[in-house]
């Protein structure tokens, strides 16, 4: 005598027997996926492609050890000064906070709303910060560490030295405004 009843689905169960609802199998497997591709287009181990760090080029030269963390902690820095550079401009491509609903408080007075005295000091400190970097950096340093940091474009062996350089005295900067 044959058994009746219907097929049983082959998925994932938890301890229960229940079919388990959970994504992480399909989830993990599209990873994967996506990380081999990353490690195949960068040339990077599988291992270094699943860091975070891997999405920028920036990120993949502190994973190829071409930079350190402070100099990668400094082209970030680099990119949300030039964030704030675009939000001051007002110009198209810049990062735009949520509108969640949710009142933010002045930094400098605490106000709910930023006041005009306070959003004028901080457009005229972003414009003076990103002055005296154009003044340190020659114009090729500052062209290849926007090319790294804020297109994020890879750059050439031979052209990371000089993003390196650009990064130390972006870094110098940084550690020299934060003392005074």
Not at 84 to 102: H, N, Y
Request: contains cysteine; hydrophobic residues 40%.
């Amino acid at each position: 005598m044959s058994r009746a009843g219907r097929k049983r689905k082959n998925a994932t169960r938890t301890p229960t027997g229940q079919i388990s609802r959970a994504r992480a199998v399909v989830e993990r497997e599209a990873t994967s996926v996506a990380c081999e591709a990353r490690a195949r287009l960068y040339e990077l181990p599988i291992a270094s492609a699943r860091h975070s760090e891997a999405g920028s080029a920036l990120g993949r030269m502190l994973l190829r050890e071409q930079i350190t963390r402070e100099a990668y902690d400094d082209g970030m820095r680099y990119a949300r000064l030039h964030a704030s550079l675009q939000a001051v401009l007002d110009t198209p491509g810049r990062v735009v906070e949520p509108r969640d609903g949710v009142s933010r408080a002045c930094p400098e007075c605490g106000q709910t709303v930023r006041c005009e005295g306070c959003a004028s000091d901080w457009s005229d400190r972003v414009r003076w910060q990103w002055d005296a970097l154009g003044k340190l950096l020659t114009v090729w340093e500052a062209a290849l560490l926007r090319q790294v940091v804020i297109a994020d474009l890879d750059c050439a062996p031979m052209q990371a030295q000089v993003v390196v350089r650009a990064l130390s005295i972006v870094g110098a900067y940084f550690s020299q405004a934060r003392a005074a």
